[in-house]
């Protein structure tokens, strides 16, 4: 009857109304969750640059100059680890890899099949005088070298000036924390660069670096582990410490120091 239809398209447009209302409020959820979030990690950026130039940090400044750059190139969500200014975290998503990597297909699939966005995290600890440290290095012929750092006065017979100083430049220690990739080119997260690996200052641009570990990762055919074997968990059980990630980079060095480095290192 026309009261029928009536009623049912009332109440079908009272559903779809009902609808458009729950979306609009999950919409404006979803956009105050991301506010507070944004909000959130401004606040831990400004305690860990306070607390890194009150502690006389060095790199302070020159680390917050890099945070902003990379924050406004908007590609990279950056974490700071307990307001640490010195440990970032830096969550990568699918779409900052090349779409027909193996990485790429690997997050992908294990998004849609999490329905929740799975990323890798990596992690970055900068030294504190980054981009460079300088060490006290032994020359050829045994004479210790001072650096700029200050040293013990050598005392009044120390007649001539010290030779010019050595240095040594001492890399982020970047790796990935989670998850477990596969890879021929990753070792407990360490990554087998050329330039996370032989450090030079001119490196020192992060936003670059970050661009180039993403390439590294869809070139070199990484893969994560879980999707390897099948499993829908996204590997993030697994975490690579700290100190396994310095390791497997020292042995990195030491091989590519015998060895040399090959156009597939680079």
């Not at 999490?114 to 992690?123: I, Y």
């Not at 975490?239 to 060095?253: F, G, I, P, Q, W």
Request: with cysteine.
């Amino acid at each position: 009857t026309p009261e029928r239809q009536l009623c049912s398209r009332s109440m079908s447009d009272a559903s779809s109304a009902a609808a458009a209302g729950s979306s609009e409020l999950d919409k404006e959820d979803d956009d105050a969750a991301v506010a507070a979030a944004a909000e959130a990690r401004m606040a831990s950026i400004h305690r860990g640059f306070a607390s890194a130039k009150a502690k006389g940090i060095q790199a302070a400044t020159r680390l917050m100059k890099e945070l902003r750059q990379v924050c406004l190139a908007g590609s990279f969500e950056v974490d700071l680890v307990d307001d640490n200014l010195m440990l970032w975290e830096v969550t990568l998503f699918d779409w900052v890899f090349d779409p027909s990597s193996a990485l790429h297909r690997d997050l992908a699939a294990l998004s849609s099949a999490k329905s929740d966005l799975m990323a890798v995290t990596l992690r970055m600890h900068f030294p504190h005088d980054f981009p460079c440290v300088a060490t006290t290095l032994r020359s050829e012929a045994g004479v210790s070298r001072l650096t700029h750092r200050s040293q013990p006065n050598a005392g009044p017979s120390s007649s001539r000036a010290p030779p010019p100083p050595f240095h040594r430049f001492a890399p982020p220690l970047v790796y990935i924390a989670q998850p477990v990739l596969r890879s021929e080119h990753v070792f407990d997260g360490a990554l087998c660069m050329e330039m996370l690996v032989d450090w030079q200052p001119q490196y020192g641009n992060i936003e670059s670096i970050l661009v180039q570990v993403c390439a590294f990762l869809s070139s070199s055919g990484a893969r994560v582990e879980s999707a390897c074997a099948g499993e829908s968990d996204g590997g993030g059980k697994a975490e690579v410490t700290h100190d396994s990630a310095r390791r497997a980079y020292e042995n990195l060095k030491a091989f590519h120091d015998k060895r040399g480095w090959s156009s597939a290192g680079r």
